[in-house]
């Protein structure tokens, strides 16, 4: 019986994924190689495929004090340093879905919110009139569980209840996370926290 290659997936190549998905420390590597597996994956979750990889904080911040936000859209990814240096997450992200609603530059997060709301943007509801003009907490809020609300008018760093949009260019500005993603973050992140979009 053969397999089709573009269903085969390995399980260590799942197994793989599933721990970088989560922000798991990489597995060690006994049998296919790196690039292997990468094509093995890509293969399998083409909507996720990205230059994802990890940054150094040095070339984008001058310090970390009050701790460090790195978004990079071309990877789909965020980082973050606490401000002792020794802490780091690497998380994979939703992006905005086009160049025109996407905002890069340095801001700051502004307010933290646990269970936000939503209120779609004059513009999101120019574009998509029969959305509702708030949505409040709960598994319907496109903010997902925990919202970082950045200096920038109407952008957030949030969590997402449709993990379909991770790895994607899906949102209307904003940066996604899952929601376990985004409780992490959002446990570490101060008001403060210094954010740099590239």
């Known amino acids: 019986m ?3 290659p573009k269903t085969s997936f390995s399980r260590r ?3 793989a994924g599933t721990a970088a998905a989560f922000g798991a420390p990489a597995l060690a590597q006994t049998g296919p ?4 597996m990468e094509t093995k994956i890509t293969q399998s979750v083409q909507r996720n495929i990205s230059s994802f990889r990890a940054a150094d904080w040095r070339p984008h911040f001058s310090s970390l004090r009050n701790g460090a936000i790195l978004v990079d859209i071309s990877s789909r990814a965020l980082h973050f340093w606490d401000e002792d240096g020794q802490t780091k997450f690497l998380f994979p992200s939703s ?5 025109e609603l996407t905002r890069r530059g340095r801001t700051r997060v502004v307010r933290k919110v646990e269970g936000p709301d939503w209120r779609p943007t004059p513009s999101m509801l120019k574009r ?3 959305w509702p ?20 008018t109407y ?3 949030h969590g997402t209840h449709d993990t379909r949009k991770i790895g994607r260019r899906s949102s209307n500005g904003c940066i996604g996370l899952y929601n376990e993603h985004i409780a992490q973050l959002f446990a570490r992140a101060e008001v403060g926290t210094q954010v740099l979009v590239i």
């Open 2 to 4: 053969s397999r089709d």
């Open 13 to 15: 190549a799942f197994l």
């Open 33 to 36: 190689t790196t690039t292997e």
């Open 95 to 99: 992006i905005p879905m086009s160049e």
């Open 128 to 130: 998509n009139p029969n």
């Open 133 to 152: 003009s708030y949505v409040p907490p709960g598994p319907d809020n496109p903010l997902g569980t925990h919202a970082l609300y950045l200096g920038w």
């Open 155 to 157: 952008y957030r760093i």
